[in-house]
């Protein structure tokens, strides 16, 4: 099965990179970092890996940008979320 795929994986990899960047668009770091207090561990694997494929795209796009702007949104929830907890 792997070797009828093998051709189809840079056409699936650009397909994930547009999803990753179109999911970004669209505010889900956010609502994917909150998935990280649920107490699933299911839901937390699938939210880390979600924030992880969006980091590797954000390190992926720092190369031409100078810094991470996904992993700058991340901390930037832990901030909201540290905010929350002081209250």
């Known amino acids: 099965m792997f070797t009828t795929l093998h051709p189809l994986c840079?056409?699936?990899?650009?397909?994930?990179?547009?999803?990753?960047?179109y999911l970004v668009s669209q505010?889900?770091?956010?609502?994917?970092?909150?998935?990280?207090?649920?107490?699933?561990?299911k839901i937390i694997s699938v939210a880390l890996n979600?924030?992880?494929?969006?980091?590797?795209?954000?390190?992926?796009?720092?190369?031409?940008?100078?810094?991470?702007?996904?992993?700058i949104m991340v901390e930037e929830c832990y901030g909201m979320y540290e905010r929350q907890m002081s209250h």
């Open 50 to 71: 979600a924030l992880d494929n969006i980091l590797k795209l954000g390190k992926h796009d720092s190369k031409q940008m100078g810094h991470n702007a996904y992993a």
């Open 27 to 41: 505010n889900c770091v956010k609502p994917l970092c909150d998935l990280l207090t649920v107490l699933d561990p």
């Open 10 to 21: 840079p056409i699936l990899t650009v397909r994930l990179l547009l999803l990753n960047r």
